[in-house]
């Protein structure tokens, strides 16, 4: 009996340290998902003086029933739209549904979207630009940050589909997935948004602080097909017909954040 006992909490304790482990490299893994953000690029949250919404992208919980009616086909269906009208619908299972055969045709749709290149492009657009000339001056002159006008920063994607809206919103969940960013496919500096992150214009010397807005370059392979609900007595199923894959890619702006490029020169430019 007592070596019974030792021998069980050898396993416990064994299983314990095994756990720990686990976890340890599920956070180690979480963590290298996290996209390194360089120190020129700065978050203005607090300084922008246009309040950005945040994007309501929720990953779309399926119901009891979509889970069961999704099993059904060795399709991925992954379309937030999609599964949102498969849970606000039902059918109902009835003994007296013997010898009942119908095909419902649910319509064609973007089914899932698989990434294959997630990457950023910290100067994607130039919004502002600071400028100063201490050609006359005698000692250093700071330049600072500040928008001269509101800036409109659109993202989008690189070619044509269909629904795009709903090829947007996988798109846009895959990226923010892969970078934990903030992301949109619009975002809003407003005129005045100031950060107190000083530069030094030497003298006899021109200075430029250009101001950029980042996003990410999202790239990868959406699959379409024409999507049906076939009921056979008592039993429901999803049938995919016509299933097609295309390439695409999108620019996704970052919500908040700006990228810095300092520049003294003797020479105007």
Not at 19 to 41: C, D, F, G, N, R
Not at 56 to 73: A, F, G, M, Q, R
Not at 221 to 240: A, P, Q
């Amino acid at each position: 009996m007592k070596q019974l006992r030792l021998a069980a909490i050898f396993i416990l304790v064994f299983t314990m340290m095994c756990l720990h482990v686990s976890a340890e490299k599920k956070t180690t893994s979480e963590k290298k998902k996290q996209l390194a953000i360089p120190s020129s690029v700065l978050h203005i949250g607090k300084e922008n003086t246009y309040s950005n919404s945040d994007e309501d992208l929720p990953n779309l919980e399926p119901s009891e029933w979509t889970k069961e009616i999704l099993k059904t086909t060795n399709v991925k269906i992954e379309n937030p739209n999609l599964i949102r009208m498969l849970n606000e619908s039902a059918v109902n299972k009835t003994p007296f549904a013997i010898g009942l055969r119908a095909t419902i045709y649910l319509g064609e749709w973007p089914l899932n979207y698989e990434s294959i290149e997630t990457i950023p492009n910290w100067q994607y657009q130039k919004i502002n630009t600071n400028y100063y000339d201490n050609r006359g001056g005698n000692t250093n002159y700071q330049v600072h940050y500040v928008q001269e006008v509101q800036k409109v920063v659109k993202g989008g994607l690189t070619a044509k589909v269909d629904k795009a809206d709903d090829v947007r919103k996988m798109m846009l969940l895959k990226a923010m997935s892969a970078t934990n960013l903030p992301l949109s496919f619009e975002t809003v500096i407003g005129a005045g948004t100031k950060k107190e992150q000083r530069y030094n214009i030497p003298p006899q010397r021109l200075g430029y602080l250009y101001t950029y807005a980042p996003a990410i370059s999202e790239k990868g392979k959406v699959t379409s097909g024409e999507v049906y609900l076939v009921i056979k007595g008592s039993k429901r199923s999803i049938m995919v017909k016509n299933i097609t894959s295309q390439g695409i890619g999108a620019w996704i702006p970052l919500q908040d954040y700006v990228s810095f490029s300092f520049n003294a020169t003797n020479q105007p430019r």
